[in-house]
């Protein structure tokens, strides 16, 4: 038997954050029951008949929620979005070769260190000098430059790019760790996409990559065997033991997403929550929102208050009405409301009500 605490907690954590219930109910019956088996997820072979299916259902989900052509290829690897902002310049960026990059933040700025590890870095446009609350709005690409890279929301500072430069005139390459599958962008018209499956896709231990075939095989450098995109295309994504248990909650995850009317679907409700969440931030003179208005990312909301010495008062209250995760990151201070996928209308009705509640008290 399963036990729940059977008070409502609304979780705001930032990642690993919330995935539906239906996910982890489902996941819970596989590690002691997989597909009526007798066996666990946790101990069947990966190249099995039993787990097969699990890989080549969660690719073609991407594919279709995703609406990629035939040229783009679905990766599941290990190491994080970390590990990606050092194998995309591996196999795309040569050592006398440009790549551009935009700078939003501390995602992208990790980012661009590993870069400049392989090749030359320009920097397209940045925000530092809004201390990373705007996005970028003219971005200048060298037209040989190798790739354009961007991080569609930056997670820490609370910003997202609403136009995406889609006609860069050079490959356009992604972070999308944290904003991944929540909106209806053009994701055929990228050339790389990577992403953390652990805030909107799955548990933590995956790595979603999609890539166009087309623009690998350039580099001249010679590749460890398990960094090159391409061995991972022709092995499917089984060069050596994938992470068997988080993938099948990424297959859980994108069946959900799909169920629920796929990535439109879910772009409306994530529209309505961000909207209530933004409207109340503005409306109350307690609180105060951090990021230029067009640029605010409907994932991750950022906010201090006028007065900071309220803040551990409400950080308080937080806790104690069961929100989780509403303290900001170290490195801005505040609070952050963080409204995945999985984190329903309810939720962000329950925080707003509370910092109506708190601003009736402190206004
Ligand atoms: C936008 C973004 N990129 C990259 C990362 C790093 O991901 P990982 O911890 O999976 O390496 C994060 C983590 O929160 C993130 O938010």
Avoid at 204 to 230: E, F, H, M, S
Avoid at 251 to 256: H, V, Y
Avoid at 259 to 264: A, E, P, Q, R, S
Wanted: glycine letters at 6%.
């Amino acid at each position: 038997m399963l036990e729940t605490v059977s008070f409502t907690l609304h979780n705001f954590n930032a990642g690993p954050s919330i995935l539906p219930k239906e996910v982890f109910e489902e996941a819970s019956r596989a590690i002691l029951n997989f597909n009526n088996t007798g066996l666990s997820i946790l101990e069947i072979g990966h190249r099995t008949p039993l787990f097969q299916p699990v890989m080549d259902e969660a690719r073609n989900l991407v594919k279709e929620l995703m609406s990629l052509d035939e040229n783009h290829e679905v990766l599941f690897l290990h190491g994080g979005a970390t590990t990606q902002f050092m194998q995309v310049p591996m196999n795309l960026l040569n050592e006398n070769e440009i790549a551009t990059y935009t700078e939003t933040g501390t995602w992208a700025n990790k980012a661009i260190k590993e870069a400049k590890l392989f090749g030359h870095v320009e920097i397209a446009g940045s925000s530092k000098e809004t201390n990373y609350t705007t996005i970028p709005k003219n971005i200048n690409v060298t037209p040989t430059a190798a790739y354009l890279h961007i991080t569609t929301n930056e997670t820490i500072a609370g910003t997202q790019w609403h136009t995406i430069p889609y006609d860069c005139g050079v490959p356009l390459v992604a972070d999308m760790s944290s904003d991944i599958l929540s909106r209806s962008i053009q994701f055929n018209k990228f050339d790389l996409i990577y992403a953390g499956a652990q805030k909107n896709m799955g548990a933590a231990g995956v790595n979603l990559v999609v890539v166009n075939k087309n623009i690998l095989g350039k580099v001249t450098r010679k590749i460890p065997t398990i960094l090159d995109y391409q061995n991972h295309i022709k092995e499917g994504s089984m060069l050596n033991t994938p992470p068997v248990f988080a993938i099948y909650v990424v297959l859980l995850t994108l069946r959900w997403l799909k169920k629920l009317g796929g990535v439109k679907a879910i772009e409306k409700i994530n529209d309505e929550k961000s909207k209530l969440f933004y409207d109340t931030l503005d409306a109350l003179p307690v609180f105060k929102g951090i990021v230029a208005k067009e640029d605010r990312s409907k994932m991750n909301a950022v906010f201090v208050m006028e007065n900071p010495e309220l803040e551990k008062e409400f950080l308080d209250l937080c806790k104690n009405e069961g929100m989780i995760g509403v303290k900001g990151h170290r490195s801005v201070g505040g609070f952050r409301i963080s409204m995945y996928n999985a984190l329903s209308l309810e939720s962000v009705k329950a925080i707003t009500d509370l910092m109506l509640d708190f601003s009736n008290k402190k206004g």
